[in-house]
């Protein structure tokens, strides 16, 4: 079993900068791909960005691409998302997710394991 906890959501305003957390619990972080979802009300849940259990290659939304940057430590079993250049359409609840698979997933559907979500809100 794999428990997801994010953190580091909270209110900014438009242009600016925030990151986000994921922590795992679990022992073999490293064979899990990893990616990051958002969900806005009224809204079906988006991808936002993966990444490979190494942290070699990455794949991102063209919505977030030269804004956000995802990474790992898998020495501290965590996730991470760099948001940079924010905008009122980010905001959402932003979801981590783990799946052990041999291509990185980057539909909801195919991930096993789910985050609690964080909430983002970008202010205009």
């Known amino acids: 079993q794999v428990q997801l906890v994010e953190s580091g959501g909270g209110l900014v305003q438009a242009g600016g900068s925030l990151r986000v957390s994921c922590v795992a619990s679990v022992r073999s972080f490293s064979s899990y791909m990893l990616g990051w979802f958002r969900q806005a009300p009224g809204k079906e849940r988006e991808f936002v960005a993966a990444i490979s259990w190494s942290g070699g290659r990455t794949y991102g939304a063209d919505s977030v691409k030269g804004r956000f940057t995802i990474s790992r430590d898998n020495a501290k079993n965590t996730l991470y998302l760099q948001m940079n250049s924010l905008k009122p359409e980010d905001t959402a609840v932003y979801y981590c997710?783990?799946?052990?698979?041999?291509?990185?997933?980057?539909?909801?559907?195919?991930?096993?394991?789910w985050g609690q979500g964080t909430q983002v809100t970008v202010s205009s």
């Open positions: 997710a783990a799946v052990r698979a041999a291509v990185i997933p980057t539909t909801p559907r195919e991930y096993t394991y």
